[in-house]
């Protein structure tokens, strides 16, 4: 078969490479461009039921007209304080980029000129920095999106001398991360191309076989490009990442392909020198090696694209490239072998044979391995395990990171980083649900009640809401504002009491003074005696007022009122008194009397008004109270007393003189009382509103025009539902704020529970709330989507192999050196380079490139292995298959290593990571674990290599013997 397909081939050499380059024309020219596709893709791949979307989802149904999917933070600043031509042009800026609202893909336009109100939200506290804010309609990786920021960008020219203008926000930090990209893909490209070609020169020795393997991949990867491209329009995801790896996998691996087939070829082409024979010779022997190769890392990218995660399914289009190379490898670099013949290798001549000889590096690891592999296992594992140990699985979530610091969004950021703190550009988003509307003074408390527990908690600078638009209480709303205003009239109500309980105290010693010449007024109290009665009920009157005070203080004021009726009457009865006896008139004792009388009426009318202040506070003074109305009652007594007779008329002035004094020590008991009470809430105010739980909204508040402003900017129409605004103190990246997230999440659910907030629901959005999510999914997806890939490798395994053991120990080889090469990057960029942790991504893909690719060097050896297998002779066939493929190893190794080596050049920081940390995992597996470790756990098998597929692998390699087959891979 394979005879008949290279003969084949021979005769259609010139069709098979114009075929290629046709099929490569149409795919560049007809087929969609993969890196537009990748510039206009959303990189988040949240899913969308995760809390993050649902809460962004929920929170658009506030103001569905003024809802944005990206923006763009206009950032202004100087470093000595913004000046008045400043705000000027701002101001100038915001109404320019109003009047292109609903253009551009501006939607909304947000600064301290349109929301005075809110001004602290844009201006820095320390003068240096104002933002405008402008939302747009559609995603940060749309196109049109991406146009209006450029427009944007290039319309903030002409600042003020002196000033500093950047431009930041989620659409900009998109668009400059892109562009990081791209400009890091370019330098790959050129430099993975640069690297490859030096690399093929030093092989080859030959300025033309090189071409061979760069016109194979080169051809390729412009027709992947185009397939994965078009494979978007059915659902397949791309990222910033597919491309960089298309590069760096197709030309690694496509070019360990070509290396097998080349070199193989050339050491068929000396045996009889002739091409087409020599092809067949080497497709028959390399041939299967190339295809099972290709096969695991194609099954390693395929089963990615079963994760949940979209930025690990983005690297399901390699296997589409990986596809396309093996086929390309098997038909046109077997075409540029047959065009070219001997030619292929000039200036070198082909005499002898090539191959790759026998190294004698590797037949001495060969017999180490075979004569102490226990010895050779033990000590690679006590000096390796340790680095194990410095993988502590830290991760960095921070995409600024990624980006070139020089880059205008990142200065930007920075700028409102250190102006209005880490949390300001993207705070954490809370959507709030209930079903009843929150448009209520109960609902309204309860939210600021949750704001207030929110705004508690360490890492949270500040929560806005629509009862706190600007991050602060509502200070007259505030239970603190309005104990200030409570205590100012209870001032006001000791006082009026103060000045009742003098008046009554200077009515009882003026009485008491008048005592000695009460005989001479027996007449005139004896015409009195009808009126006392009257007083004695108005007295009692007054009594029922003081004593039912606790349920209405309007009481109190009717009673008191009634007693200065009385004391009014009585003053005109002891007028009418002096008219009939005017001789009384002349008696000093009358006249002191008769000024006594007028006393005790003033003294009357200023408890009257005095009462009125203290009408709130008498419900809790009712014990003082009953002492004020049994003194009054004393005094209507004694009245009654003076009426029924003049002889009795002392002793009850006596008793009215005690009432009076009862009276007014209660009132100085009532003054003492509103003393303490205001003491009381005077220390509770110094102690702050956080200390107190209570708020309360009046119904007129919630018609304030700035009140309806800030219900309509959180709030939707129907009040079901609102959003709320974390400002977090730290990096919203960092692992703190990570932290925060499920404190604000509980501390929100728990401080609404039992309010008048019905059925709360509460869903978290932003980038802490999106990172929060992605550690956790990407996490188990990782966990997931590995088992799957060393499950699939293994089936590969077993199939080549013909074996369960073998492969086996070659995948717990593989995840041991995936762990020992974690704990070196990790230590490198973490421990060394300080950086907070390993870009979140980075082990992932290391993981998956490590195993996918290094298990190639372990067919290259175990396949072999197989071949030179003979019953009882372990130790001669890895013997035979370490010297022959030694060096096939290390050229592979050499050359994807130096394609990975590139992406460290791109610039993006998770690159960087990934291309160390695959170089470092090859250049251990490809000698460390190839060359010791695979090979002395082969020896300790021993004839259960081949378990339970023995006898068949002996019958095989007999017959493989008898027929001469001396492949350098593969059977």
């Not at 037949?363 to 391995?369: D, I, K, N, T």
């Not at 006594?596 to 408890?607: A, D, I, M, R, V």
């Amino acid at each position: 078969m394979i005879e008949w397909l290279v003969r084949g081939l021979a005769r259609t050499k010139w069709l098979v490479l114009i075929a290629w380059v046709a099929i490569t024309a149409v795919s560049f020219l007809g087929l969609p461009d993969l890196q537009s596709i990748v510039r206009e893709t959303e990189q988040k791949f949240v899913p969308s039921d995760s809390e993050s979307v649902v809460a962004k989802e929920i929170m658009e149904r506030i103001d569905p007209e003024q809802t944005t999917r990206s923006n763009a933070i206009i950032v202004f600043s100087r470093e000595k304080g913004i000046t008045s031509e400043d705000q000027q042009w701002l101001k100038n800026k915001a109404d320019e980029l109003k009047s292109l609202k609903d253009n551009d893909g501006i939607k909304s336009v947000q600064s301290a000129y349109e929301m005075p109100e809110m001004a602290a939200k844009f201006r820095s506290a320390d003068g240096t920095t104002e933002l405008i804010i402008v939302g747009f309609q559609r995603a940060e990786n749309d196109a049109a999106t991406q146009e209006a920021v450029e427009s944007l960008g290039e319309s903030l020219g002409g600042a003020p001398e002196g000033s500093s203008v950047a431009l930041t926000g989620s659409a900009p930090i998109s668009k400059d991360f892109q562009k990081s990209s791209e400009e890091g893909l370019k330098k790959t490209e050129l430099l993975t191309v640069g690297l490859v070609l030096v690399i093929l020169f030093i092989v080859f020795r030959s300025p033309v076989a090189p071409f061979i393997p760069l016109l194979t991949i080169g051809l390729s990867l412009i027709i992947t490009r185009g397939l994965v491209a078009l494979a978007t329009e059915y659902g397949m995801p791309v990222s910033s990442f597919t491309e960089s790896f298309l590069i760096a996998i197709l030309f690694g691996a496509g070019t360990d392909y070509c290396i097998l087939l080349i070199q193989r070829y050339r050491e068929e082409l000396s045996v009889d020198n002739n091409p087409v024979e020599a092809l067949v010779r080497t497709m028959r022997t390399v041939g299967k090696t190339v295809i099972f190769s290709a096969s695991t890392v194609f099954v390693a990218f395929f089963l990615i694209g079963f994760a949940q995660f979209g930025l690990y399914q983005s690297a399901v289009g390699v296997s589409i490239g990986v596809v396309v190379t093996l086929i390309a490898g098997l038909t046109l670099t077997p075409a540029l072998l047959l065009i070219l013949g001997r030619a292929t290798f000039w200036p070198s001549k082909i005499n002898s044979g090539g191959g790759h000889g026998e190294s004698k590096l590797w037949s001495a690891m060969a017999s180490l391995a075979s004569r102490r592999p226990v010895a050779v296992l033990l000590v690679t594992v006590i000096l390796l395990a340790p680095l194990t140990l410095l993988f502590e699985g830290k991760r960095s979530f921070d995409d600024i990171a990624e980006i070139d610091p020089g880059l205008g969004s990142v200065q930007g950021f920075r700028q409102v980083e250190q102006s209005f703190g880490s949390g300001e550009v993207f705070p954490v988003s809370i959507a709030l649900t209930s079903s009843e509307s929150m448009r209520s003074p109960e609902a309204l408390a309860a939210l600021e009640f949750a704001s207030a527990s929110v705004a508690r908690l360490d890492g949270v600078k500040e929560v806005r809401s629509a009862v706190r638009p600007l991050g602060e209480q509502l200070n007259e709303l505030t239970v603190q504002d309005q104990l200030s205003k409570t205590s100012a009239a209870i001032e006001e109500m000791k006082s009026g009491v103060d000045k009742v309980a003098d008046g009554l105290t200077t009515a009882s010693s003026e009485i008491a003074a008048g005592q000695g010449d009460i005989d001479k007024l027996t007449g005139g109290l004896q015409v009195m005696s009808d009126k006392t009665k009257e007083a004695k009920n108005g007295l009692h009157k007054i009594h029922g007022g003081l004593v039912s005070a606790a349920k209405g203080t309007d009481q109190i004021a009717g009673g008191l009122s009634q007693s200065a009726d009385v004391a009014a009457s009585m003053a005109a009865d002891l007028q009418g008194l002096l008219q009939a006896h005017p001789e009384l008139m002349q008696d000093k004792n009358v006249q002191m009397l008769l000024g006594k009388q007028q006393g005790l009426t003033e003294g009357l009318s200023q408890l009257k008004k005095g009462t009125a202040g203290v009408q709130s506070g008498f419900k809790q003074l009712n014990p003082s109270i009953a002492k004020v109305a049994d003194g009054l009652g004393q005094l209507a007594d004694g009245q009654s007393q003076a009426a029924a007779g003049a002889e009795e008329l002392k002793g009850g002035l006596n008793e009215l003189t005690g009432g009076l004094k009862d009276g007014a020590k209660g009132l100085t008991d009532i003054s003492s009382g509103l003393g303490q009470v205001n003491d009381a809430q005077k220390s509770i105010a110094d102690k702050g509103g956080s200390q107190i739980p209570g708020w309360y909204m009046p119904e007129e508040a919630l018609s304030r025009p700035e009140f309806q402003q800030a219900l309509a900017f959180y709030m939707s129409e129907d009040g079901l539902t609102t959003r709320l605004e974390i400002v977090l103190d730290v990096n919203p990246y960092s692992g703190d704020a990570l932290l925060i997230v499920d404190k604000i999440r509980d501390t929100m659910r728990q401080s609404l529970a039992n309010t008048a907030i019905v059925d709360p629901q509460v869903s978290l959005s932003g980038t802490s709330a999106q990172i929060h999510e992605l550690k956790d999914i990407s996490r188990n997806d990782f966990t997931r989507t590995g088992t799957f890939v060393l499950v699939g490798i293994f089936i590969v395994l077993m199939l080549l192999l013909r074996s369960v053991l073998a492969p086996i120990y070659v995948l717990l080889s593989l995840g041991f050196n995936y762990l020992v090469t974690m704990g070196i990057v990790e230590f490198i960029f973490v421990d060394l380079l300080g950086e907070p942790g390993l870009s979140w991504s980075a082990s992932f893909f290391v993981f998956l490139i490590i195993v996918a690719l290094g298990v190639d060097y372990s067919i290259f050896l175990m396949a072999r292995f197989k071949e030179e297998y003979r019953p009882g002779g372990i130790t001669y066939a890895m013997s035979r298959a370490m010297t022959t493929t030694g060096g096939v190893i290390i050229s592979a190794a050499v050359i994807m290593g130096g394609t990975f080596a590139a992406l460290m050049m791109s610039g993006v920081n998770t690159l960087l990571q990934i291309g160390a940390g695959i170089v470092i995992g090859l250049i251990l597996y490809s000698t460390v674990f190839m060359g010791l470790v695979v090979p002395a756990l082969a020896n300790l098998v021993g004839e259960a290599n081949w378990w339970p597929y023995r006898k068949q692998k002996a019958a095989a390699g007999q017959e493989s013997q008898a027929k001469g087959a001396d492949p350098v891979l593969g059977g």
